[in-house]
């Protein structure tokens, strides 16, 4: 499932969702991502409630569900025809830009002494895209 990457350079990132971190999910994932494993009982522990460290919950998610209802699907494969054209569609500058946005939420939680993030850096620091009409990023529309 990692493709295009080399896997030494891949980190795999998840929530503590007790799906997500039982023992054979877990030893799987140690096994594919040695060291680079951040999850609750992961090589790093996953922040708790931390939506705000995600791109999936903080951008995609959203993201996501506005794009793919245009085409107002109709069944469940339409709507699964619908979700993997857009992510396919998603621009290189929109997931740069997203990872530039998460690298400094990740500089924002760890300068705050790891506590969570202010209102104050999604509504001045971290303008991802001004030429792209956003419909979920962050705690504000931008």
Known sequence: ???????????FQQDGATAHTARRSMEMLRELFPGRLVSLRGDISWPPRSPDLS???FFLWGYLKAEVYKHRPRTLQELKDAIRQEVAAIPR???????ENFRERLRECLNNGRHHLSDIIFKTKLSVLSDVKWHHIGYSQI
Do not use: A, G, N, S
């Not at 499932?1 to 980190?11: A, C, I, M, N, T």
């Not at 500058?93 to 997203?98: A, L, N, P």
């Open 1 to 11: 499932f990692v493709l295009d990457y080399e896997k030494e350079e891949v980190w």
């Open 93 to 99: 500058e929109v997931t740069r830009r997203t990872m």
């Open 55 to 57: 791109p999936c919950d």
